[in-house]
């Protein structure tokens, strides 16, 4: 059966140090407090989109979306972007359904999305806008970080760029482009807020000014020229100073996914 349960750490998100480039544009004493645990989108969308309507609260990037079904990157960028549906059978009677997002990069089929999602499956099904769909039990896992590269045997599949140049900075404009709550290709569009990092990893991450929600684990985060900068792994939430909570989405950069 499906489990749409969130996976919960423990591990403290931390303010990385700024490079001296960038140390000018960030204000001192402007620390956020972060109270919630990260929540990793291993179980992602509600199986009916129209179960996801009676959670009103959640479905507010619909709006955003609507208001970028014409932008220029969104319409470059949503050809590449997939469904990724992961079977893991655990048993002779227990099977669990991981479903989420993921990205093509070259025209015969190499799909970047997160481990947590694909972690010991038997079967992986890749889904396209069009609606062309492919099995594979192909795939691999990048060490020390939740990414994960699967191999599907496809001709001339969109695919989207990658920019190992970019380096994230506070206010930049990003887009992404998942499918939360059973919702397929939903663009949403934020500032990337602070540069980060998990617990004692010495990977970088930032965080990005919106609210994600189950399935958009695997996004693609774009720049302003449709590049992929970074993949969306988990969300977390902050409190800021006047008590109120302010949720981020997180990304690890696309620095981190080894192609060789």
Request: with cysteine; proline share 5%.
């Amino acid at each position: 059966m499906d489990n749409d349960e969130f996976m919960e750490i423990e591990d403290l998100l931390f303010e990385d140090e700024p490079d001296e480039e960038i140390e000018s544009s960030k204000r001192p004493g402007c620390l956020i407090k972060i109270v919630a645990l990260l929540v990793l989108f291993a179980f992602t969308a509600l199986a009916l989109p129209n179960f996801s309507a009676l959670l009103s609260d959640k479905l507010n990037f619909l709006d955003q979306n609507q208001a970028l079904m014409e932008d220029e990157i969104v319409q470059r960028s949503k050809p590449a972007v997939v469904s990724v549906e992961a079977t893991v059978v655990s048993g002779p009677l227990s099977m669990e359904v991981r479903r989420g997002t993921g990205f093509n990069i070259s025209s015969t089929g190499t799909i970047v999305t997160n481990q947590h999602i694909i972690a010991d499956a038997s079967q992986i099904t890749i889904q396209f806008g069009d609606g062309t769909s492919y099995s594979s039990n192909d795939y691999e896992i990048v060490p020390d970080v939740d990414l994960a590269i699967v191999n599907i045997s496809g001709n001339d599949l969109p695919t989207l760029e990658l920019d190992f140049d970019y380096q994230a900075r506070p206010g930049h404009m990003m887009t992404i482009i998942g499918n939360p709550l059973g919702f397929e290709k939903i663009s949403q569009r934020g500032e990337i807020g602070r540069l980060l990092r998990l617990g004692n990893s010495q990977t970088r991450l930032f965080d990005i000014r919106m609210t994600i929600n189950p399935g958009n684990s695997g996004s693609p985060v774009l720049n302003d020229q449709a590049k992929v900068v970074g993949i969306i792994f988990a969300s977390t939430t902050y409190e800021t100073d006047d008590d109120q909570s302010e949720p981020r989405a997180l990304a690890i950069p696309i620095q981190a996914l080894s192609l060789d």
